[in-house]
């Protein structure tokens, strides 16, 4: 399965603070997406980045990608209370798009 | 928004009912799909299709019907659901073939009753 996997399941820090999150993965992989969706909402996607690429930035993202270990990991610099969501990887293979199970990120003021 | 629409947006359905999901996106996508998101469990994906063709079926249960008349609209038919079927499902849609961002819509919350 190519299903990632977040570390941790959950995460609470303070505003201004940088948030961590992490996703494992199984198989090989076209690319790996994150998306947050806050509470009861669709998702939203964040950033992609492609298997040849090994950091990705926008905005206070970044975004990194081990192909080795098979890892990504999303930071999200000075965090503010609107970034309190759900955030989710997801890896692409053939047609398919295979989340993990998330992070929830709350962000106290 | 994100263009891509998903009615009703609530749900309460007795076991022995027959309804329907509706997904609609008018981005020029021409693949859409279904998710289940349950609480404490990953997004599972239900059914993909790519072209107006189904392309996967992730084992679903029969009582889940899937329908993609056009590459604008999905449905998702729905009959003699158990309980454990409430969740809220998650229509998206993705230009075919290539590795982009799915687009999401606000889904359904189904309550099984």
């Known amino acids: 399965s190519q299903q990632g996997e977040e570390d941790p399941q959950a995460l609470s820090i303070q505003e201004g603070e940088n948030a961590t999150m992490n996703c494992s993965y199984k198989?090989?992989?076209?690319?790996l997406q994150w998306y947050r969706q806050n509470s009861g909402r669709g998702l939203v996607h964040l950033i992609l980045i492609r298997s040849n690429e090994r950091e990705k930035h926008s905005g206070r993202l970044r975004v990194t990608l081990d192909t080795s270990k098979k890892s990504s990991s999303l930071l999200i610099t000075a965090s503010r209370a609107a970034d309190t969501a759900s955030y989710f990887c997801a890896t692409q293979g053939a047609q398919k798009l295979v989340f993990g199970q998330g992070t929830r990120l709350t962000i106290n003021p | 928004e994100t263009g891509v629409t998903q009615t009703p947006r609530h749900l309460v359905m007795g076991m022995t009912n027959k309804k329907s999901l509706k997904c609609e996106q008018h981005l020029g996508h021409n693949a859409m799909y279904w998710y289940k998101q349950s609480a404490k469990k990953p997004l599972e994906l239900m059914f993909v299709y790519s072209l107006e063709e189904r392309v996967e079926n992730n084992s679903v249960p029969s009582r889940f019907s899937p329908e993609c008349p056009n590459s604008s609209h999905l449905f998702l038919h729905l009959h003699t659901l158990q309980p454990e079927d409430s969740a809220l499902y998650l229509c998206a849609s993705s230009p075919a073939g290539r590795n982009t961002e799915a687009f999401f819509g606000q889904g359904t919350r189904l309550t099984v009753v």
């Open positions: 198989t090989s992989i076209n690319n």
